[in-house]
């Protein structure tokens, strides 16, 4: 049985009530159990727990997270025992949607409360979809009458679809669906990006790398769009076309470990697996390292810009040049990249700056 968590989250008025039941349709019919979680914030403030009926807005969040962390854990437990061989569990917004109402000092309050960390409540799920609020590009779109428990303006809708997308930035599997086409496709944009993720049919990556002059680090880590990630990847003993890497990823001393394989179909497009590791796997999986490699460590920023996510990857060895990648469902996608990161070249074809070439020694 595999077992796969996502989150469907946006901003309000963004579509994600229509996209459950395209959801459904969409991967019932390719052979999954499809679970959903319901979006735990309206179903609190219609039964009358809401910021301003609780004690303070820090007590609503508490209660709101505790309820929805119970909430997936019972549906995991529950796919645990079903006579299937692939579940999707669906959550309606995740814990990190929670972070765009709060301050940064409520938000570490709440932490404090869960007993958990930040990396550990984002990266809890596989991947994240976001769907743009209709205040960002469909504003003649955008209601309130749908929804009882919304009340933003088209201004405060787009500002609060801002702060989400900010909230997810740094998960490694952050997709973003705007208003740039008709709602239908929007729909069927979605349905893609799960469909690429799952690796249904086929589980191909698209992606584009490219050189750049060293960047502005002290303006990355202004934005609050942007987020630091800690990464160390060890290659690992393999057949000559087939590369297997494991990679621990975190930042504060808090991680999560995942293997990935991964073989080539064409100059941008390769067959990629991953799965999630438990630490005693990484490290056991650490035994069979490529020696003739070494670790790679580097710092990831993580970059929300135009609806793309950048992940620019510095390592200790340059102080001119650092990488850029981006993530494309279609290969001829066009990149808007900030005018901050300056381009020299693309390598997406050049194996010299992949960090398999990188790592040898």
């Known amino acids: 049985m595999k077992i796969t968590k996502i989150v469907i989250t946006g901003g309000p008025c963004a579509g994600k009530s229509t996209a459950m039941s395209w959801v459904q349709n969409a991967f019932t019919q390719r052979g999954y159990t499809v679970l959903f979680v319901s979006e735990t914030a309206t179903e609190l403030i219609t039964g009358g727990v809401a910021p301003w009926t609780c004690g303070t807005s820090g007590d609503f969040q508490n209660a709101l997270l505790h309820l929805q962390l119970s909430k997936e854990k019972v549906f995991e437990i529950a796919a645990e025992t079903m006579d299937t061989e692939k579940v999707l569990i669906v959550c309606d917004r995740g814990a990190l949607d929670n972070k765009a109402y709060m301050s940064k000092e409520e938000f570490a309050r709440t932490l404090d409360y869960l007993g958990m960390n930040e990396i550990a409540l984002r990266d809890n799920y596989d991947a994240v979809f976001h769907l743009v609020t209709?205040?960002?590009?469909?504003?003649?779109?955008?209601?309130?009458?749908?929804?009882?428990?919304?009340?933003?303006?088209?201004?405060?809708?787009?500002?609060?679809?801002?702060?989400?997308?900010?909230?997810?930035?740094?998960?490694?599997?952050?997709?973003?669906?705007?208003?740039?086409?008709?709602?239908?496709?929007?729909?069927?944009?979605?349905i893609a990006e799960i469909s690429s993720f799952l690796g249904e049919p086929v589980p191909y990556e698209i992606e584009r790398k490219f050189l750049i002059e060293y960047p502005d680090v002290s303006w990355l880590e202004s934005l609050p769009n942007c987020q630091r990630i800690e990464i160390i990847q060890t290659y690992l003993k393999s057949d000559r076309d087939v590369e297997v890497r494991v990679r621990q990823r975190g930042f504060g001393g808090h991680f999560i470990y995942f293997e990935t394989t991964k073989r080539k179909v064409s100059g941008i497009k390769r067959v990629e697996i991953e799965r999630r590791l438990s630490e005693s796997e990484y490290i056991n999986l650490l035994m069979n390292a490529d020696m003739t490699r070494r670790q790679i460590r580097k710092d990831r920023y993580c970059l929300t810009y135009e609806n793309q996510y950048f992940e620019i990857d510095i390592y200790p060895f340059w102080n001119d040049k650092a990488i850029v990648e981006i993530e494309l469902s279609d290969e001829n996608a066009k990149i808007k990249f900030p005018e901050q990161l300056r381009v020299i070249k693309e390598v997406t074809d050049d194996d010299s700056y992949k960090n398999a070439s990188l790592a040898k020694m």
């Not at 003649?140 to 997308?165: G, P, S, W």
């Open 134 to 190: 209709a205040a960002k590009g469909a504003e003649e779109f955008y209601t309130t009458a749908n929804n009882a428990a919304r009340t933003e303006t088209v201004d405060e809708a787009a500002a609060l679809d801002d702060k989400l997308i900010s909230a997810w930035t740094g998960h490694p599997h952050l997709r973003i669906i705007d208003n740039s086409t008709n709602f239908e496709d929007k729909m069927k944009c979605l």
